[in-house]
């Protein structure tokens, strides 16, 4: 198995009456390396990176690391000016971190010229490995066939977090080979593990971290049915992960284990009463 395989999770950030609560997210991460998995993503899109300052995502990613004790940890990177990512990413690659996840620059919607330019540049920036992320909903661009092809040759491109929406462009890039695809669209974890994906960065895994690990353990070794069944019973609690905005229903449903507090940052907002009632119920 390579590194970028497995069940990993991309970290609420939790708070505590504004503040980022670093106690909370400590306990997360001993949690889910208790859970057995792969990796864990700090400062990703659940972990709300754009609500924080410079010092708390510093702060943020201190705390994981130190937490991790040794489980691989991926930082997400994001920007439109591509120069101050390649600073960021040439910063992070001092620390023990197992690799960057960076998206697509946002809002802008390049030319798929601007975009190979912006990844290559930065993975020449970095000393990690490079994970892509795929998400044309967010970014405003999508990573089109032979813009993954032609990235895959850089040595220090390694992986794509796919949520781009195309079948057939995930089965190409299982096809060829080069990148470890990794699932980024929870509900369709299985179905890409089946194919030959390699592993998922799942927001619904907070929950039941056990199970997914299990599941995915299990479509590896087998048998298939066993791990069909662990699947179905979580569809329900996947579908409720992201009935609205992304982390608000994970971390209402976190709450609700006692596991941090129910706040975020404006703009997000709580999830509604009546999903609040749903949670309750899939999380006992």
Known sequence: MSLFSGIWIPLVTPFNAGEV??????????????????????????????????????????????????????????GNHTASVCERVAVLSALPVAGVLVSAPYYIRPSQ????????????????????????????????LPTHLELAGHERIVAVKDCGGSLDKTLSLLLDGRLEVLCG????????LCAGGSGAIAASAHLFPERF??????????????????????????????????????????????????????PLTRVSRELEVVLGKLAA
């Open 21 to 78: 609560d670093h106690a909370a997210l400590d306990a997360l991460v001993r949690h889910y390396a208790r859970a057995g998995v792969a990796g864990l993503v700090a400062l990703g899109t659940t972990g709300e990176p754009d609500a924080l300052d410079d010092r708390e995502r510093d702060a943020v990613l201190a705390t994981v690391l130190a937490a991790a004790d040794g489980l691989p940890v991926v930082v997400g990177v994001s």
């Open 113 to 144: 010229a601007g975009v190979i330019g912006h990844f290559a540049a930065i993975a020449d920036a970095s000393q990690k490995p490079v994970i892509l992320y795929d998400i044309p909903a967010r970014t405003g661009v999508r990573l089109e």
């Open 185 to 192: 669209e929870d509900i369709e974890i299985f179905g890409l």
């Open 213 to 266: 690990v299990a599941m995915e353990r299990l479509l590896r070794e087998g048998p298939l049915a066993d791990a069909r069944a662990i699947w179905h019973a979580l569809v329900p609690w996947v579908r409720a992960a992201f009935a609205e905005p992304n982390p608000a229903p994970v971390k209402a449903a976190l709450a609700q284990h006692g596991l941090i507090r129910n706040e975020l940052r404006s």
